[in-house]
């Protein structure tokens, strides 16, 4: 019963092992029954090394309740220096078929949505992301008040690696 418990132990220590991808900042917040319009998911984290790159991601978890095949972002990175960089972001959520994208068995996926590439953090200091919904229904100007479906949003910020 012992070698059983160390074996599985030990796979245990491997897998997380295995599945640090050099990430230096991890986030996750949940956004409850529904995502409101423009209701910002913040991320707040101070900056790594300023010489090195590092790619981000937005992490997402949806459920069955999420009504569409592709999610539409507003992404802002905050600078310590006053500077914004804004970005609309496009996702495909699900495959023509309806299958659902991502990670996971139960009817929770999880989404690792690539956000910017070798990305440099010039400047010492607080850095902020805020993420918001940019819904809306086609022929539709106004947005979608409350965004069903998406249950949390992460943000993940890792190291290059340049093998």
């Given at each position: 019963m012992?070698?059983?418990?160390?074996?599985?132990?030990?796979l245990g220590i491997l897998l997380l092992w295995s599945c640090d991808?050099?990430?230096?900042y991890s986030g996750y917040q949940s956004v409850n029954d529904s995502w409101g319009k423009g209701q910002s998911v913040d991320f707040t984290f101070q900056s790594p090394d300023t010489l090195k790159a590092y790619n981000m991601f937005i992490?997402?978890?949806n459920d069955n309740d999420y009504p569409f095949s592709n999610l539409f972002l507003i992404v802002k990175l905050n600078f310590p220096d006053g500077r914004i960089i804004a970005d609309t972001l496009q996702y495909e959520m699900a495959k023509p078929d309806g299958e659902?994208?991502?990670?996971?068995f139960t009817d929770l996926k999880e989404n690792?949505?690539?956000?910017?590439?070798?990305v440099v953090f010039p400047v010492s200091g607080t850095y902020t992301v805020g993420i918001e919904h940019a819904m809306r229904k086609v022929g539709e100007e106004q947005g979608i008040a409350d965004l069903k479906g998406i249950t949390d949003v992460g943000l993940e910020i890792e190291k290059?690696?340049?093998e």
């Open positions: 012992g070698n059983i418990f160390r074996l599985f132990f030990g991808h050099g990430s230096v992490n997402l978890r659902w994208l991502g990670s996971g690792k949505l690539w956000y910017k590439e070798n290059v690696n340049k």
